[in-house]
């Protein structure tokens, strides 16, 4: 017995000899696209200044990319939405820990038009008719007697859920065209007259902004800076990066830098709003 | 002049005729042209009509694959080596399929979910999971679950799929067997809040093994045979610990009551404790445990988690009947010729006891990088915390057997010289004795498990059951002996000892 519990001791020790072996300078961050261009442009910068760490930058939605940290495909995951309750759970029975949530920047929600379409202004009710299929046609808010065309995101979006969560608030319409990220559903809608479409502020050139108000009486804004700030524009919402543990070394210094100051100058020429 | 006069005539004839030529054959390009023209409208008509039946077809795979998205298909099967130290076990290794396990998931429109969850192990095929979830749309807060579903406890809840080492802590095992039940449960976990609120409703029978005289288990299908049904609760809710990590606490009731099966309870410490009206009176299944989680980041993921548990598990008794009829004995007395018929009616009672019993473990994990993963869990049982270990063997209840013997005399007429005597014997038994269902036990259990990928992992599993001596005393009474046979060669358990049973276990799953 005791000869088996030494050699249990001795197994363990060399395995616990794995935690304090050197990192690699590598980070590798994944997941939401609406927060690609941003990202990109943080690593862009950060490895011009720290040329011993390679940043490697990749998209395919906030869900993939926390499917990615739970799997242990990335160090950092980027998602425009909150971890649910079951993907923690998922982290927590792999690592044992619950993972650490950064707010990173924050982002209003555009709704983009074609910039031949006479309607100016949407509440979030009528928005959430035109994305659920009970409003089908143009008329019914204020626009030309046509169906009304509708681009969204894939389900693996963060984006997706954020909207359908705070907006839509049922099942999104059958005939919602899906598209693989912000700018391809900005680019269905400028070349698109019935278009209508959601996504990141960064992206929206070439379409219409469209003005948004919580109800009916309440008076209409459109997304940028002051509004986001002032919490008067009312889709708003933080991007995340998610990791699986406090981040130490290269990890840290990375994140420390994308918090600093110099960091979030960079969200607010990306088009995005500084967190702080 | 004359070849001047001969060439106009020349070119005025030709031009002329020319121009006829050409216009001619403009007029056949043109038409040409617009057949050219009709065919293309024709080809593009038909194009058209192509591309619209391509996109139909193409919006009819739309429509059937975005079916296929309702269906989720989840599994995982775990293989392994076993390798027993116990002296009764033999084989003493094996290979085995410990689960295998397709969950089939169905959510026809937002917020209506149906489970299947069978598990395919070879000659063994069993329904696991099977139950209809009902999400409430709106506050996205109200989960109703019917069907047969885990019970809500940590560890029964937690998939040995994701579990640090091969099994579950004996005291889970003991209390909740096939960790699944047959019931009702609303689940209230607000969409902001880290709180879960579980109610929930079973027939209180599923898993159980319920002996009968023969020791034969009645209770083999799981279905309920009686009126009462259980109710268990339970309440979680997670402290995030900023960037440290995070302690989640909860505790749980169990409430219920099980047919007795026989007219007499037994206390936890095998005194009388009341007679029934009937077999079909209950006794009781009450218990409560409290649970914490914490999740510490220490150079990784490190997790200590822990349940205590204690309250009372009643046992179902049983009384069986028999009866023997002996041969036919004559006595003469007094000139009259008495044929005696002696009937024996046997009646094996086993009371049902209500057992007072406590348990824990505690986990302690700790992740090392992205690939591996180290446990210990220390648990303990005590079945039957009224009996101490010295008494187990000792401790019983033994109504002392009572026999009763009865006469039925019948003449044939007043001056008979024949009698016959059907004589009637009741032997009534009824005992129940401590022994091994009442011995502590406390288990260690170390692991190690390497993760391939998010699919595959490892584990390798070394578990150490530790059972309390008991029945200990100089005259050598009250020992607690099991008899086996491995091979022919016959062995003795004797629990005045530690009884070597530890198991090693190497295990690869494969998740999907």
Known sequence: MKLKFGIASIVMLAILGFAFMPAQKKITVKGSDTMVILAQKWAEVYMKSHAETVVQVTGGGSGTGISALINGATDICNSSRPMKQTEMDKLKDRYASLGVEIPCAKDGITIFLHESNPVKELSLKQLSNIFSGKTRNWKEVGGPDEDIKLYGRENSSGTYVFFKDQ????????????LPGTAAVVNAVSKDKLGIGYGGAAYAAGVKHCAV????????????????KKGQYPITRYLYMY??????????????????????????AVGYFPVK | MKKITRLLLTFGLIIPMLFVSTSSKAQKQVDELKKEQDTLKENVTTLRDKISGVEERIATAEGDLAKLTKIKLSGYIQAQYMHYEASNAYPSNVFMLRRVRIKFQYEPINGVVFVLQPDFLPGNITLKDAYVQLNDRWLKTFSLFAGKFNRPNYEVEYSSSSREVPERSRVIRAIYPDERATGAKLEIAPPKIPLKVQLALFNGNDGLTILDAAGVNINPLNNDFDNHKDFMGRVTYTFKLGQIGALGIGAHGYYGKIKANTLDVLNSDYTYNRTNDNIGQLVKKNWVGFE????????GGLALKGEYIFGVNGTPGYTSKSS?????????????????????????????????????????????????????????????????SDQIGIAKWDAAVKTTTTDKFTYAGTDAVIATNAQTKTVVVNT?????????????TLAYTYYFDDNIKIMLGYEIP?????????????????????????GVYDYSNTIKQNTLTLRLQVKF
């Open chain 1, 167 to 178: 907006v839509v608030k049922a099942d999104y319409a059958a005939n919602c065209q899906t």
């Open chain 1, 213 to 228: 108000k919580k109800d009916d009486k309440s008076p209409a804004f459109v997304a940028n800076a002051e509004t986001v």
């Open chain 1, 243 to 268: 990791l699986k543990n406090r981040p130490t070394g290269e990890m840290k210094a990375y994140i420390d830098w994308i918090l600093s100051p110099e960091g979030q100058s960079l969200v607010t």
């Open chain 2, 292 to 299: 914490a989680q914490l999740y510490f980041d220490f150079l």
């Open chain 2, 324 to 388: 023997a009829v002996s041969p036919m004995t004559s006595v003469i007395k007094n000139d009259t010729l008495t044929l005696t018929t002696l009937t024996t009616i046997t009646t094996n009672s086993r009371p049902a006891i209500e057992k007072n019993f406590q348990g824990y473990y505690i986990y302690l994990i700790k992740n090392i990088g992205k690939r591996h993963q180290i446990a210990a869990r220390y648990d303990y049982y005590d079945p039957n915390s009224k009996v101490s």
């Open chain 2, 432 to 444: 129940l004795k401590s022994g091994t269902s009442d011995i502590k036990y406390q288990t260690i």
């Open chain 2, 466 to 490: 530790l059972n309390k001596k008991v029945g200990v005393n100089d005259k050598g009474v009250g020992n607690v002996t099991t008899a086996y046979a491995v091979n022919g060669e016959p």
